[in-house]
């Protein structure tokens, strides 16, 4: 097993924070990859930060100005050199079996399987431990296979745990650029839709919060989850989640104060 894997990392302003993450990659005991790292119009010193590091398989892209996160992945998607791309957040960072464990699942996999993800946890801002994805009172034969319907239920495949087919990405299509947020969630329903998903049932991925983490604009996250139940309104009715979908929704909404326009939202069918 020695295929190639692009790892792409986006990044903006995390002069901080940008350095863990590549070294991460550079620790993985899978060695063959390139790692592709696309800074999204950085205004402080992640470009010397990124010089730091004299890997030859480290490629730095610079665009001029910010377009944001999934702009600077499908980037990095369209200079990759290689048919298995893996994505990492440039705050967070990779346990060193990641690439590793997850392409030998890939290999030993079927052609349908078109992603394969794994366990991430992290350190919240207050300091205490949370594992994100998913529950370990699920069973695994619910987590990998044909996941549409469970996705379309609950989101639990973050971005820096994927690592998908370059066949796949083809197909459906990269990141939804105009999404101010959840983007990683509609890609991975386009995905399950049509290709099965495998997954490692480890903790491969370590995730830091930071002040600017997309995961705080609750108002932004319910609009997009009524724009998904519009896209998939017909499929959620047929599996018998549609009620269930939409009051989960609707309980958030009522905490955040917008449940009549929320409410007003998930009637509607638009496109975001």
């Known amino acids: 097993m020695n295929e190639k894997v692009s790892v792409i990392i986006p990044t903006y302003n995390r002069e901080k924070q940008i350095g863990r993450a590549i070294r991460s990659v550079l620790s993985q005991t899978y060695e063959n990859y390139e790692l592709i790292i696309v800074d999204d119009g950085s205004t402080d010193h992640t470009r010397e930060i990124v010089g730091q590091f004299a890997d030859e398989r480290i490629l730095y892209i610079c665009q001029e100005t910010n377009r944001g996160a999934c702009h600077a992945r499908n980037i990095g998607i369209q200079a990759s050199q290689s048919d298995y791309i893996a994505f990492l957040d440039s705050d967070d960072e990779w346990m060193p079996d990641k690439l ?17 993800y794994c366990r991430m946890s992290g350190i919240e801002r207050n300091g205490s431990r949370r594992c994100y994805t998913p529950t370990y009172d699920i069973s695994k034969n619910l987590l990998e296979g044909d996941m549409f319907r469970l ?97 989960k929704i609707m309980d958030l ?20």
């Open 100 to 116: 590793r464990l997850q392409m030998e699942n890939m290999m030993n996999s079927s052609r349908n399987v078109g992603l394969v």
């Open 151 to 247: 996705l379309l239920w609950w989101n639990f495949i973050g971005t820096p745990t994927m690592l998908v087919r370059r066949e796949c990405l083809e197909r459906v299509g990269g990141f939804k650029e105009s999404l101010p947020c959840l983007q990683d969630y509609e890609l991975v329903l386009r995905v399950a839709k049509e290709w099965q998903i495998g997954f490692v049932d480890e903790v491969l991925v370590e995730v830091h919060k930071t002040d600017n983490s997309l995961s705080t604009r609750v108002a932004e996250r319910l609009v997009v989850q009524c724009y998904l139940v519009s896209k998939y309104r017909r499929e959620m009715t047929e599996y018998g989640i549609l009620p269930l979908v939409q009051e």
């Open 253 to 272: 909404a009522q905490q955040c104060g917008i449940q009549k326009e929320i409410a007003e939202l998930l009637c509607r069918d638009f496109e975001l």
